[in-house]
């Protein structure tokens, strides 16, 4: 009885969230959301000239949002901030305006779950049902992860989906033809979203889900895909530089183009060649093969 009071307790929280409105220049817009992000930001939706970042109402969300003005202020005196209150339920319903269905290629769509699927003649047709703080597939690092797994992913590949998120990867990875996804998260909350879009798109088995810091690998994968920003993944990432085969890939996504000789450096004390690069507007993503 104490465990379920506890989690209505924390479901009663986290149905309740803050978004912040910043409306800051553009030649430093990247490095805000970066930094919005890293300190716990779950969502960032870029709008015109602005981008808002939601947190979720907990006891932390106020020191947060406090050092997260002082840090924008500190980068431009003329940024403008703009807190709302907003309930889930409203800002889901809110996405209906925003996400729409995202054309990855000729064969790869990405459809909110009120569109209807045979309306669409893509051979892959993810559904995703919109949450505060996982992927849709309208952000760019998003879409470079997707073409890159439509290119390079091989039928009855083991795959390791490294902050699953929405799971949009890992669910269009078996839609791809993979036989299996290991799925890492950390955040509890994205369970719900998770197991919501496996059921959308009709996946029981295949797709491992574990949110936890310390999960439990079955390597040798033949394939890794990870869509992190910087400030989270270089931390973790030479944790799975030797989880995957020799000859294997390994996709990694959630960089700004600025980025790319850190990433390099860091690889440096792997056994991951980068074989391509991909780019769009602003990002860059790496396919790598494991020597």
């Given at each position: 009885?104490?465990?379920?009071?506890?989690?209505?307790?924390l479901?009663?929280?986290?149905?309740?969230?803050?978004?912040?409105?910043i409306?800051?220049?553009?030649?430093?817009?990247?490095?805000a959301?970066?930094?919005?992000?890293?300190?716990?930001?779950?969502?960032?939706?870029?709008?015109?000239?602005?981008?808002?970042?939601?947190?979720?109402?907990?006891?932390?969300?106020?020191?947060?949002?406090h050092?997260?003005?002082?840090?924008?202020?500190?980068?431009d005196?003329d940024?403008?901030?703009?807190?709302?209150?907003?309930?889930?339920?409203?800002?889901?319903?809110?996405?209906?305006?925003?996400?729409?269905?995202?054309?990855?290629?000729?064969?790869?769509?990405?459809?909110?779950?009120?569109e209807?699927?045979?309306?669409?003649p893509?051979?892959?047709k993810?559904?995703i049902r919109p949450?505060?703080a996982?992927?849709?597939?309208?952000?760019?690092?998003?879409q470079?992860?997707?073409?890159?797994?439509?290119?390079s992913?091989?039928?009855?590949?083991?795959?390791?989906?490294?902050?699953?998120g929405?799971?949009?990867?890992?669910?269009t990875?078996?839609?791809?033809g993979?036989a299996?996804?290991?799925?890492?998260?950390?955040?509890?909350?994205?369970?719900?979203?998770?197991?919501?879009?496996?059921?959308?798109?009709?996946?029981?088995?295949?797709?491992?889900?574990?949110?936890?810091?310390?999960?439990?690998?079955h390597?040798?994968?033949?394939?890794?895909?990870?869509?992190?920003i910087?400030a989270?993944?270089f931390?973790?990432l030479?944790?799975?530089?030797?989880?995957v085969?020799?000859?294997?890939?390994v996709i990694?996504?959630?960089?700004?183009i600025?980025?790319?000789?850190?990433?390099?450096?860091l690889?440096?004390?792997?056994?991951?060649r980068?074989?391509n690069?991909?780019?769009?507007?602003?990002?860059?993503?790496?396919?790598?093969?494991?020597?």
């Open positions: 009885m104490a465990a379920e009071q506890e989690w209505d307790s479901t009663d929280i986290i149905s309740k969230w803050i978004s912040v409105d409306s800051i220049a553009e030649k430093i817009k990247e490095i959301m970066d930094y919005a992000l890293a300190v716990g930001g779950a969502a960032v939706v870029e709008k015109d000239t602005t981008f808002q970042v939601s947190y979720p109402m907990d006891d932390k969300v106020h020191s947060i949002i050092d997260l003005k002082a840090f924008l202020m500190d980068l005196p940024v403008l901030i703009q807190e709302t209150v907003v309930y889930r339920e409203n800002w889901n319903k809110q996405w209906q305006d925003f996400f729409k269905p995202t054309q990855i290629s000729e064969q790869i769509i990405i459809l909110p779950e009120w209807k699927v045979e309306d669409f893509h051979r892959i993810t559904r949450a505060m996982f992927g849709t597939g309208t952000h760019e690092t998003t470079l992860c997707l073409q890159i797994l439509e290119e992913i091989r039928e009855k590949d083991h795959v390791l989906d490294v902050g699953t929405s799971g949009i990867l890992g669910i990875a078996l839609h791809l993979a299996n996804i290991d799925a890492i998260e950390n955040d509890p909350l994205a369970e719900e979203n998770i197991q919501d879009n496996l059921s959308l798109n009709g996946i029981s088995k295949g797709f491992r889900l574990q949110i936890s810091d310390q999960p439990i690998l390597p040798p994968y033949d394939l890794l895909v990870v869509n992190i910087k989270r993944l931390p973790i030479p944790n799975y530089f030797n989880v085969r020799p000859e294997g890939r990694i996504s959630g960089l700004l600025e980025e790319e000789s850190e990433l390099k450096t690889l440096m004390g792997s056994s991951w980068i074989i690069t991909y780019t769009k507007n602003e990002w860059i993503a790496f396919l790598c093969e494991v020597d």
